[in-house]
């Protein structure tokens, strides 16, 4: 069983950045593809962005592409989100999620764990 456990979350100004981590526990975590989503009240819980166990593929939401950038060290069993020019409808609880089957998926389906989430508001 893998434990995810999101942090970084706070409030941001238009335009400013945020690094997101979402840091792991448990066997064989680098098998797992891990993802980020995010969720509002009103909303379905969302994809931004996912990356596969090796780390070598990502993959984002049109949203976020150009913006937001997601990496991953095995070494320290973290996943990292960095956010850039932050806009107020990025404002979410963010979520991360491990895939079992090692790609990082865009639907919400494929994962087998979550964490908590980390809510992050941003302000115009």
């Known amino acids: 069983q893998i434990q995810l456990v999101e942090s970084g979350g706070g409030l941001a100004q238009a335009g400013d950045s945020l690094r997101l981590s979402c840091t792991a526990s448990g066997p064989s975590y680098s098998n797992y593809g891990i993802g980020w989503f995010r969720q509002t009240a009103r909303n379905e819980r969302e994809f931004v962005a996912g990356?596969?166990?090796?780390?070598?593929?990502?993959d984002y939401a049109d949203a976020v592409k150009g913006r937001f950038a997601i990496s991953r060290n095995n070494a320290e069993n973290t996943v990292f989100l960095e956010m850039n020019d932050l806009k107020p409808e990025d404002t979410a609880v963010y979520y991360c999620?491990?895939?079992?089957?090692?790609?990082?998926?865009?639907?919400?389906?494929?994962?087998?764990?979550w964490g908590r989430g980390t809510q992050v508001t941003v302000s115009s």
């Open positions: 990356v596969s166990g090796s780390g070598g593929r990502s």
């Open positions: 999620g491990a895939d079992p089957t090692g790609w990082g998926s865009s639907r919400a389906t494929k994962y087998l764990y």
